[in-house]
C-alpha cells in the first residue's frame, strides 16, 4: 500500500541564507513556513562579526519572517570568522544566547566570504576558545588555490585541512557545510562522534550534467558546484543511511534574476519555498521515507545539544508544480512537479 501522507516532527534547516532588506523580507516566510529553527549564515555586507550586529540581524529576520504564534520560528544566529576574530567577542556573544555557532570561510570561496579566513593559524586561539565553551564550527569546506580544480576543491580541502583540525581540537564540534562528494560522505562516517554535515537538496538530485542541459544553466549553479553522478550518489547514501551525522540544511541561497542570469552569474540555489517536499522525493526514491524524520527533525537538534521541536507538519501525497517564479526568483524545481505537498 503507498504511504498517502507523511506526520513529523517539525524540522530545523541547519543551513539557510536570508540576505537582508527586501531579499531578506521577501524569502524568510518561506523558511519559516516549513521550518521551526533555522541556522542562518553570516556573510551579509559587511559580514556579520559583532554580537550587536547578529542581534539587530536577528531581531529583522524574526519581523520579515513574520513570527507569530503558528509559525514560532526561531533564527539561530553564527558569528562569521576572520582573521582578526576576537575569542572574548565570540565567547561572549555565545554565553549570552545570541550566537549559536561560528562560520568558517576560507576566504573568497563563495558569495560575500572576502573577509574570511586565510590561515587557520590566525584563528586558533578563536579556535581553542569555542572549543572550550563547545561552540560548534561551520565550514564551507573549499581550498580556494587557484590551481586546484573546481569540482576537486572539497576533496582537497579535506585531505589538506580537515583531517588536521579533527584531530588538533579533539572536543570541537565542527559541521561539514553543503557536502557534494564521496570523500565528504566518507571522511564524517568515519570521523569521531564531534563531526557531522548537512546536505541540501540540490546535491541530493543534481550532477553536475545539470549544469549544461541543453546549454548554460545559471539555476543550476551553486557552490559548492554539484558534482559528478558518482559523488551525488554517495551523498544520497549518506542522507538516507539513518547515521545521525547527517542531517538536514537547504543551503537556500536567493539571488536576484538579473545576478543570476549574467555574464557572471551568482552562486546559489532558491529552494526554500518546497525544500521538505524536494527532500521526500529523494528518500521515497531511496525507500527510505523511515528515515526521513530523523534526518530532518532529529539529527540536527541532537548534534547542536538542542531541544528537538514540539508539533508536527504533514507532507500529502499530493502533485505540488512549482512555480517558474516565486517572490519575483527562480525556485528550485522550477516548472516540475513534485510528487508531495506540504500542509499548511
Known sequence: MTLQSLTIRRPDDWHVHLRDGDMLRAVAPYTARQFARAIVMPNLSPPVTSV??????????????????ETRFTPLMTCYLTDAADPDELARGHAEGVWVAAKLYPANATT??????????????TLERMQAIGMP??????????????FDREAV?????????????????????HITT????????????????????????????????GGLRPHAYCLPVVKREAHRLAVRAAAVSGSPKFFLGTDSAPHAVDAKESACGCAGIFN?????????????????????????????PRFYGLPLNDGTVTLQRAETTVADRVAGLVPFHAGESLGWRFME
Open 182 to 213: 564521496k570523500e565528504a560522505a566518507e571522511f564524517v562516517t568515519d570521523a569521531p562522534a564531534t563531526v557531522a554535515a548537512t546536505i541540501t537538496p540540490q546535491h541530493l538530485h543534481l550532477n553536475r550534467n545539470a549544469l549544461f542541459a
Open 112 to 125: 560575500n566570504s572576502a573577509h574570511g579566513v586565510t590561515d587557520l593559524a590566525a584563528i586558533r586561539p
Open 52 to 69: 550587536a550586529a547578529a542581534s539587530a540581524y536577528r531581531t529583522r529576520i524574526a519581523a520579515a519572517a513574520g513570527r507569530n504564534s
Open 137 to 150: 564550527l561551520l565550514i564551507h569546506g573549499e581550498v580556494t588555490d587557484p590551481d586546484i580544480d573546481i
Open 157 to 177: 580541502f579535506i585531505d589538506r585541512i580537515l583531517g588536521g583540525l579533527v584531530r588538533d581540537f579533539p572536543a570541537l564540534k565542527i559541521v561539514l557545510e
Open 272 to 300: 526554500a519555498p518546497h525544500a521538505l517536499e524536494s527532500y521526500a522525493t529523494v528518500f521515497e526514491a531511496e525507500g527510505a521515507l523511515d528515515k526521513f524524520e530523523g534526518f530532518a527533525s532529529e539529527h540536527g
